[in-house]
C-alpha cells in the first residue's frame, strides 16, 4: 500500500454520534474524487485525510460540497413539500453531477432512512450544502438556522419586491444532537408542526453524512434499527474504508460504538439518529 503524498488535513470529530462519524467518511469520499486518491484515519478527536495526488485544503473540500449541483430529475421542486408519500416511498436516488459525479440512493435501506412522507429529501441536501461555511473552524460543530437558497439570476426591482422569505428547512436527523432530543415527549410538542420554528441545525454533518453512508455503512444487530460501527487509527485508502468501518481490517486499533435510528413521531415515520454508546466488542 502506497503512502499519502500529502500532508494531512484534520478535522476534530465526536466519535459518539453517528452523523459526524459518517460525515468524516463523507469528507474522505470528497477528498478521493477531489485529490486523485486519499487516506483517511481517526487519531484521538481528530479525523486526518491526506491526499495521494493532487494537493487539497479542507476549505477546497468544503467549498466543493458547498458548490454540489444535482442532475435535475424533471419534477417541479415548487410542489415538493406536497409530494404523495407514495412517490416519497420509492426513495428516488439523487445524482451528484458537479465538481464529481457520484449517485445516492443508500436510502432503500429503509431501515436507515430517517425521512418520509412531505421532507424533500433533494431540497433538504441543497439547503444543507449551500449553508456551510468552508472558512468555518470547526466545521461540524458548524450549528445555524438553515433555510433554502435564493435564486441570484437577474432580476427586475418588481420581482425583487415579490421574492418571499427564505424557507427553513429542516435537516435530516442524521446529526446525533438532533436526535438526542427529538421525541415530541421530549420537548413538550412536536417541532415538525410548528413551520415558524426556528432551529439549529448542523449543515456540514448533514450534507456530508449523506455522501459518506453511500459507500460506508454501519453494521445491523440483531434489533431492528439498531448499527454497529467502528473508528480505525492507520491511514487507509478510501476503498477500504467499508471493510473499516465493519471492524474486518485486522491488525488496527479500533473503538466500538452502537447507536438507533429511533422514530422520533408517534406516526412511526420520520426517525433521527440517536448519539452512540461505547461498546466491546470481540
Known amino acids: 500500500m502506497s503512502q499519502p503524498a500529502q500532508a494531512a488535513m484534520r478535522i476534530h ?56 449541483q444535482l442532475l435535475e430529475d424533471g419534477l417541479d421542486s415548487s410542489q415538493g413539500e406536497e409530494e404523495d408519500e407514495d412517490l416519497e416511498a420509492e426513495a428516488k436516488p439523487l445524482a451528484i453531477t458537479l465538481p464529481f459525479r457520484l449517485q445516492l440512493d443508500w436510502w432503500k435501506d429503509k431501515s436507515l432512512k430517517t425521512w418520509a412522507g412531505s421532507m424533500n429529501a ?5 439547503a444543507m450544502c449551500n449553508a456551510i ?7 461540524l460543530n458548524q450549528g445555524q438556522v438553515v433555510f433554502d437558497p435564493q435564486d441570484s439570476g437577474p432580476e427586475s426591482t418588481n420581482q425583487k419586491k415579490q421574492l418571499k422569505k427564505p424557507k427553513k428547512r429542516e435537516p435530516f436527523y442524521l446529526d446525533a444532537r438532533r436526535g438526542a432530543s427529538a421525541k415530541s415527549i421530549d420537548v413538550g410538542f ?17 450534507a456530508l453524512c449523506l455522501i459518506g453512508l453511500q459507500r460506508c455503512r454501519p453494521i445491523p444487530t440483531g434489533t431492528p434499527r439498531v448499527f454497529d460501527y467502528c ?15 465493519s471492524g ?8 466500538w460504538f452502537r447507536f438507533a435510528n429511533a422514530f ?7 426517525k433521527a439518529f440517536t448519539p452512540a454508546t461505547p461498546i466491546a466488542r470481540s
Do not use: M
Not at 481517526?42 to 495521494?52: M, Q, R, S
Not at 412536536?190 to 448533514?206: F, I, M, N, R, S
Not at 474486518?248 to 473503538?255: A, K, N, Q, V, Y
Open 264 to 270: 422520533r413521531t408517534d406516526q412511526r415515520k420520520h
Open 231 to 245: 473508528t480505525w487509527s492507520i491511514p487507509l485508502e478510501a476503498c477500504v474504508i467499508p471493510a473499516a468501518v
Open 122 to 126: 433533494r431540497q433538504i441536501f441543497v
Open 248 to 255: 474486518l481490517l485486522t491488525p488496527t486499533e479500533t473503538r
Open 13 to 68: 470529530v465526536d466519535p459518539t454520534n453517528p452523523g459526524q462519524f459518517f460525515a468524516c467518511c463523507g469528507l474522505l469520499e470528497v477528498a478521493d474524487r477531489l485529490g486523485d486518491g486519499a487516506y483517511g484515519w481517526f487519531e484521538g478527536d481528530c479525523f486526518l485525510i491526506a491526499t495521494a495526488g493532487r494537493a487539497v485544503s479542507l476549505r477546497d473540500l468544503l467549498t466543493a460540497v458547498r458548490a454540489i
Open 133 to 139: 461555511d468552508p472558512n468555518h473552524p470547526d466545521p
Open 190 to 206: 412536536a417541532p415538525d408542526a410548528l413551520k415558524g420554528l426556528t432551529t439549529t441545525a448542523y449543515p456540514v454533518v448533514e
